[in-house]
């Protein structure tokens, strides 16, 4: 449903209209009475073709460009068109001859009312009709682009929005995953008193201030995203002792690379949570490489072949992160081999 005009609104379009109307009628004065010396007889024959030449023009901008054309009934339209102009030609030829026989007064002595012909006559009619049809049609077309380019805006807006509050939705799934595990790597040390306990919270606090406020920004250092990496992998270190092998390679050309945070973590720690110990160790291998055209990064843990993990909340929810964040911009392929698991990220000009 189209809103309501207000007042002045209304005013403002019946002045235009006013005024179009105004041009048109001295258009026809000029018209008809060129080479004619008897203006008050052209201002008054003109006055005649006024009205058929309005409802001719409002006919078509009112009802057959609206209905018909602009809702693309082309066939519809030609046709009402055809009988639009048959009419008003009609209409045009008698208020042509009403105006010869009364205005003329059976006169014809040295007056030379018109120097147009009937067919001339018509002509001008019909220029005014087809330039109010191009006009309307110009409006309709700039309103419509007006309009097009609102909607556009607001559908960019709501999706934006949609899209951030997505990600803080997945972020707040994440953090409670993460902790709880987290938690449960040092629960064991502290039943048991054992004198790595102390080193262990201080690292689970290093990442708590990550994940609450490091995590709120935006975007983050590649620097500071892989120090909480390194982090959680001494906190891993300290519950698995001697039965945990970790292979860190790191190539970064440029540690401030800004990237979103919390990207590198749930891989981390879903490969503990789920690595198998095979012939007494864990194996996690982590490569980290960094330039100006992509970040890669790369782990590989051991792990029990009958086990799947690759549906786990924390590696759907980097998907659907991964997804929002950097749309055709990310390749992730994540496998199952011979007692191996892989996640293997490249993420094309990151940050």
Known sequence: MKPKKNISYRIIEALVHLVFWV?????????????????????????????????????????????YLIQKKYVWFSLYTVYAFIIAS??????????????????TGEITPITKSLPFILLGILMVVMLVIVLQVIQYLYSSSAEKEQLERKFLTTELAFKKQQL?????????????????????????????A???????SNLLDYILYQTQKEKVSLEEELKHVEDYIALEKLRFQDTLEVNLDKQIENPNRQLSPMLFLPFVENSFKHGKIINGQLSVKIF????????????????????????????????????????????????????????????????
């Not at 209409?91 to 006169?107: E, N, R, T």
């Not at 799947?308 to 390749?331: A, F, W």
């Open 23 to 67: 041009g048109i009628y001295f258009f026809f004065t000029y018209f008809l009475g060129y080479g004619s010396t008897n203006t008050t007889y052209i201002n008054r024959f003109t006055l005649f073709l006024m009205p058929v030449t309005m409802i001719t023009a409002y006919t078509f901008s009112h009802f057959l460009i609206p209905r």
């Open 90 to 107: 009609y209409v045009s030829i008698q208020s042509i001859l009403y105006a010869l026989i009364f205005l003329q007064d059976f006169q």
């Open 198 to 204: 102390p080193e262990m919270v201080l690292k689970l």
């Open 168 to 196: 803080e939705t997945l972020k707040m799934q994440i953090h409670p995953h993460f902790l709880f595990n987290s938690l449960n790597t040092i629960y064991g040390f502290t039943l048991s008193k054992r004198d790595e």
């Open 288 to 351: 980290i490489k960094e330039n100006a055209k992509k970040l890669h990064f790369y782990i590989e843990n051991t792990c029990d072949d009958s086990v799947t993990n690759t549906e786990g909340i924390g590696i759907k929810n980097i998907q659907e992160r991964l997804n929002l964040l950097y749309p055709e911009k990310h390749v992730l392929e994540i496998k199952q081999e011979e007692n191996r698991f892989i996640v293997d990220l490249k993420i094309l000009v990151p940050g």
